[in-house]
């Protein structure tokens, strides 16, 4: 571990800590224009939505850490008081990065990235008509967090109009792979958020699961199931009782069954195969049958069967 106080290392190594370790970071690329009119468009990834009503957003245009000077979004947002901000998709990322060279302050980064500008319909900057989705703001605070290189400034906004597309809609909520947006890490790295990156996992909203501290010390300790498989373990909302585990496990058929073909319902992921094929090995005593019931509570559990991951896991500590 390194252990680190920040007013014993320089900016840029404070800045690379913070790249690394709070991300991926969105990314909201920004549009505003000048007091004569001139587009700018720039990325910020100290950037987040703070509440829904009213909707508010935040990002930080921060002072150049090689010299402390601010930047043309900073002055465009204090003489203007507005902006457009936009998500920034992974068919984006490449002009979005190019929108963030150090143009001089009257050069149009729309121009430059190559990104198509639209008007507004409240605001007067203009939308990059690429992203799906687009929120004209109006400034409601710039708060400067210090006067040193690399302080940041929050400008805290209120957006007063939402452009979504259509297309990136799914059951009435905006599907990740559909909008498919990336976000930034340290370095040069980027995160694309769709594919295999993406995953769900249940809110505990509507229920008080019973807690990690209540799950049975057997299945904590064992070395089947990882930390990840714990908590949800302790997200379900009651343990069953023995006589429901003996209930289930009756209810379940055996058919003969051998080592290497749990192994093939295992790299299938069908716990419920994997199971019967355990039980089987139980019953002419493979010394690995134990192993394998709890193989299958933990495929259960990733397959979202919670039910059948407890019993057959409480099972496993009743033989
Ligand atoms: C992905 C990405 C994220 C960035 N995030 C920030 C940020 O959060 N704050 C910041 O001040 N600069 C950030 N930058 C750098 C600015 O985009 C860059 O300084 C830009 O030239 C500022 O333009 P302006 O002077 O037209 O406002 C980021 C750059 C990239 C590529």
Redesign the pocket.
Known sequence: MKHINPKNVSINDIQKYLNGGIAPRP?ALVSTISEYEEN?L??????NAFGSNPPTIA????RRVRDGSL???YYNLISTKQCVVQAVTYNMVEQM?LS???YEPYVDEFVKSGFTPVDSMIVKPKRVKESPFQMECKLLDMIPLGKGNGAGNLAICEVVYFHIDDDIFENGIIQPSLIDLVG?NSGDFYTRASGNAIFEVEKPLNKKGIGYDKIPDFIKESHVFSANNLGKFGNSESIPNEEDVFTFIDKLNYFESTEPMFERFYSQKKHKKMLESALFLLKIRNKKAKLFIELSAKIALENNDLDFAWKSVLYSNLI
Not at 42 to 47: A, E, L, R, T
Not at 59 to 62: A, L, R
Request: avoid cysteine; charged fraction near 20%.
């Open positions: 990314i700018n720039s990325p910020f990834s100290f950037y990002f930080s245009p921060s930047k043309d979004t990065s963030s060279t150090e930034r």
